[in-house]
């Protein structure tokens, strides 16, 4: 393929913007060569600004749960945004996506829209704080939450570790609160959460940026007894698993409830947008009814709602998530098959999440997907987009399907996945 525009545009935006991209992932530092510049994207497939064609298995990292472009939410969009794009005041789409959100996330009573998920991860953070009077968060290993310097905490090898940002610019009294546990760890969990200063446990039921690793029935309920018995608010960060694992998410995959649930990505439609819901005893901490300040001007931004409200609708009235899992089932059986027939490999499927582990045994926590063969990885994924599939550039990154992917789309995959095997 060639991609001497992309390459001429990537020089280019070198120039003006730091690394040449606005979010790091993109940049290709972790598999090497230039990042590819897309100029249109429709159903399961993204065009590059050479004329290239991908099989997409990014989704815009998870809202694109419909497919690309779909033609309800665009018709949506065009009808709203001719009314304006913004106002500084309540709108009535706010409301109507409060009451589907509210609808089908299990414990929640209220909503409040943010603009992503960073804000609506450190929002429940403080709202945590605020409502238990207390200041210790524990978060796990390889969950990632978002950019807020709280939770930028690097987390060393077994048990808890304290004190150390991953970023120059986090001062260490930032995140002196934060504690990091491993992942899947039931004990060391149970262990920590004697100490009575903690206000919240926040992770990923379903964690997808150490690739798809689900939490076990027993870790989780630990969570959940734990957080019941202290007093802590536990925080589901459902921003990636949300409407992807289940069609109530992964409180309803998994049967565990949470105190707090943040959500993005697919109830915004591929528009920026967050939120954070929970039952009405602490949401009601929020300002201006309670005292925990959060703020935010394009809060519930009209054509944002306009476009969660419609991906919404057709997720429901289109029985999107049954889709998802009809089309996981294709895929989990080819890796199957796979798995079984060569060696270095494992995988995990869960709803519309994948990831191909270059690993033998499927990884638990972050610390064994840390073993994964990384080199390899680099390899598969060039191998990949030479031959028309875009996947994640990371081994850490989940794989996303959509509505708009067709067994065709499976197939392809998993007959190039072999090819690459076989080298």
């Not at 598999?31 to 510049?37: E, L, M, Q």
């Not at 609506?120 to 207390?134: D, N, P, S, V």
Request: aromatic share 10%; proline share 4%.
């Amino acid at each position: 393929m060639k991609r001497d525009n992309s390459r001429r545009l990537f020089k280019e935006a070198k120039k003006y913007i730091p690394g040449g991209v606005n979010s790091p992932v993109r940049a290709f530092n972790a598999v090497g060569g230039d990042p590819v510049f897309m100029e249109k994207a429709a159903g399961a497939y993204l065009y590059d600004v050479d004329g290239n064609k991908y099989i997409d298995f990014i989704g815009t990292w998870g809202p694109a749960i419909l497919g690309h472009a779909n033609p309800n939410v665009i018709e949506a969009l065009k009808r709203k945004i001719e009314n304006g794009t913004s106002f500084g005041t309540p709108t009535e789409p706010e409301v109507e996506l409060a009451k589907l959100v509210t609808a089908n996330v299990p414990g929640a009573d209220m909503v409040r829209f943010v603009n992503s998920g960073t804000e609506a991860t450190m929002t429940a953070i403080r709202l945590a704080r605020g409502y238990t009077g207390r200041d210790k968060i524990v978060k796990f290993e390889g969950c990632y939450h978002g950019h807020s310097d709280g939770l930028l905490v690097k987390a060393g090898s077994g048990g808890a570790t304290l004190n150390i940002p991953t970023s120059p610019g986090v001062p260490r009294d930032y995140i002196k609160n934060t504690i990091v546990l491993p992942f899947n760890d039931a004990d060391a969990l149970k262990k920590t959460l004697h100490d009575e200063e903690i206000a919240g446990v926040i992770m990923e039921p379903v964690a997808g940026n150490m690739g798809v690793v689900v939490g076990s029935q027993e870790f989780l309920e630990a969570v959940r007894v734990g957080c019941t018995e202290t007093g802590a608010v536990l925080i589901f960060d459902e921003v990636m698993s949300g409407f992807r694992v289940h069609e109530k998410g992964a409180q309803g995959l998994l049967g565990v409830i949470a105190d707090l649930v943040c959500l993005g990505k697919v109830i915004g439609g591929g528009m920026p947008v967050g939120a954070i819901a929970g039952g009405r005893e602490i949401m009601s901490y929020l300002a201006p009814e309670g005292n925990v300040y959060q703020a935010g001007t394009l809060s519930g931004n009209p054509i944002a709602m306009t476009a969660g409200i419609k991906t919404l609708e057709v997720f429901y009235n289109e029985n999107v998530m049954k889709y998802l899992r009809e089309t996981g089932e294709i895929l989990e059986a080819g890796l199957e098959k796979l798995s079984e027939k060569y060696k270095g490999i494992s995988y995990n499927v869960v709803g519309g999440m994948f990831t191909l582990f270059f690993c033998d045994e499927e990884p638990a926590n972050f610390e064994e997907v840390s073993k994964c063969d990384f080199e390899r990885f680099s390899k598969f994924f060039t191998f990949m987009l030479d031959n028309g599939i875009l996947i994640p550039p990371s081994q850490y990154e989940a794989n996303f399907l959509s509505f708009a992917h067709a067994k065709k789309e499976i197939v392809r995959y998993l007959e190039l996945t072999e090819k690459f095997l076989k080298i």
